[in-house]
T-cell receptor, first 112, second 114 residues
Framework: GESVGLHLPTLSVQEGDNSIINCAYS??????FIWYKQESGKGPQFIID?????DKRQGQRVTVLLNKTVKHLSLQIAATQPGDSAVYFC???????????FGTGTQLKVEL | DAGVTQSPTHLIKTRGQQVTLRCSPK?????VSWYQQALGQGPQFIFQ???????QRGNFPDRFSGHQFPNYSSELNVNALLLGDSALYLC?????????????FGQGTRLTVV
């Protein structure tokens, strides 16, 4: 079936550096994408979303880029902080609603 | 605003038993979805409830069933528990009537089947 996956299972960055987390999706009909952050023992926390009619969206210290040609999604975190350490998931949805298909996640580790 | 609340937070059951998990959506939300998250994996969609009916269902056996109440809260029931049902069960809510797709998740219920 359709799936969303991630290129890197673990990403280690130095505090203050920028982080880039990548995601590949396979369902060309997906029209809505979300990045979630999940800390240990907690539920996923919404970070930022983007619809398929956009290729870039910015939030506070975060930017999501969408390349529909190659079915690729990325999350950029500027000036990474220790509090950013968590597992990051991309998720996709087709046709709205909140049925989401998640990838397996990327562990972001911020080194001091 | 309490956000999405789930109960209990942790639960231990014996293989073959039945379990009921509960979810209260974020204030103003009318749609509830349930997800199963195995250790080290991303959440997997179980089903979604809107207007007290199951609207969408993922690839889960009918041992998994649910219910939504008039106040939008929801229950997830799992019968004949298997060891493989051990996971974090997440509830997510959104406001379907407003066309929102952003889903807010609860903290989850950690189910351990022994």
């Amino acid at each position: 079936g359709e799936s969303v996956g991630l290129h890197l299972p673990t990403l280690s960055v130095q505090e203050g550096d920028n982080s880039i987390i990548n995601c590949a999706y396979s369902n060309s009909a997906s029209d809505y994408f979300i990045w979630y952050k999940q800390e240990s023992g907690k539920g996923p926390q919404f970070i930022i979303d983007i619809r398929s009619n956009m290729d870039k969206r910015q939030g506070q210290r975060v930017t999501v880029l969408l390349n529909k040609t190659v079915k690729h999604l990325s999350l950029q975190i500027a000036a990474t902080q220790p509090g950013d350490s968590a597992v990051y998931f991309c998720a996709e949805s087709t046709g709205g609603g909140n049925k989401l298909t998640f990838g397996t996640g990327t562990q972001l580790k911020v080194e001091l | 605003d309490a956000g999405v609340t789930q109960s209990p937070t942790h639960l231990i059951k014996t293989r073959g038993q039945q379990v009921t998990l509960r979810c209260s959506p974020k204030s103003g939300h009318d749609t509830v979805s349930w997800y199963q998250q195995a250790l080290g994996q991303g959440p997997q969609f179980i089903f979604q409830y809107y207007e007290e009916e199951e609207r969408q269902r993922g690839n889960f056996p009918d041992r998994f069933s649910g219910h939504q109440f008039p106040n939008y809260s929801s229950e997830l029931n799992v019968n004949a528990l298997l060891l493989g049902d051990s996971a974090l069960y997440l509830c997510a809510s959104s406001w379907r009537d407003r066309g929102d797709t952003e889903a807010f998740f609860g903290q989850g219920t950690r189910l351990t089947v022994v």
